[in-house]
């Protein structure tokens, strides 16, 4: 059995002892899914949501082993509003960054463990859920299928949904798998409607590869 095969029986906590860090394991999933943009140290402390001393030491180590390579490169910034305008500006400038190595010898049996295989586990995602609301149903579709064309990742039905920690939840599964997630929330009435009316966004997630990881309904979707 190949090495990525094992991966579904690993979470966060398994992976960052084989590779030492979990900073570390959120920084080369976030590489290696997007493995064609540069970040600077801002942005990648922002994205893996650790600070940017931990960012920078986890760089530097990928850096001397050859998974990164060095980048210049040109990024917007957002600058501070004019007194007399309460418009914010853009602007743009020459920053140094990190992208991936693309020649670095181990790059396909590290994409085959951390990017193709299962990124979340049903159990660690049905427990990450918990306290939200009255969840009636979870499914996932998109980046988890491994299928970028579908207009959601994450779809979470039921009631008195609390949004705010659903949205700080996806944040920080965004940070450990290294790549922006869409998710869509619905009360389970509005649910239903949506289903009768034969709603766009619900059949693009359940005409396509998706998974149920919770489903209360008990209805062939």
Do not use: C
């Amino acid at each position: 059995m190949f090495l990525g095969d094992y991966v579904i029986l690993l979470g966060m906590k398994q992976l960052k002892h084989i590779f030492g860090s979990e900073p570390r394991v959120k920084i080369m999933r976030l590489f290696l899914f997007n493995d064609v943009t540069p970040y600077d140290i801002d942005e990648v402390a922002k994205r893996a949501r650790i600070t940017k001393p931990v960012a920078r030491k986890e760089i530097n180590i990928l850096y001397k082993v050859g998974f990164l390579k060095k980048k210049q490169y040109t990024k917007e910034i957002i600058l501070k509003p004019l007194k007399k305008s309460k418009e914010s500006r853009m602007s743009k400038k020459k920053v140094a960054g990190w992208m991936m190595n693309e020649n670095f010898a181990l790059i396909n049996p590290l994409r085959t463990l951390l990017i193709e295989s299962p990124l979340v586990s049903t159990k660690d995602l049905i427990s990450r859920f918990k306290g939200i609301g009255q969840v009636k149903m979870i499914v996932l579709s998109g980046i988890f299928m491994r299928d970028n064309m579908r207009l959601v990742d994450i779809l979470i039905v039921g009631n008195k949904l609390k949004k705010k920690v659903i949205d700080k939840t996806v944040k920080n599964i965004e940070a450990e798998i290294g790549k922006e997630i869409r998710y869509a929330l619905f009360e389970e009435k509005d649910f239903m409607y949506r289903m009768d009316m034969y709603d766009k966004l619900l059949r693009d997630v359940f005409d396509y590869k998706h998974h149920k990881v919770l489903d209360k309904f008990k209805i062939n979707l």
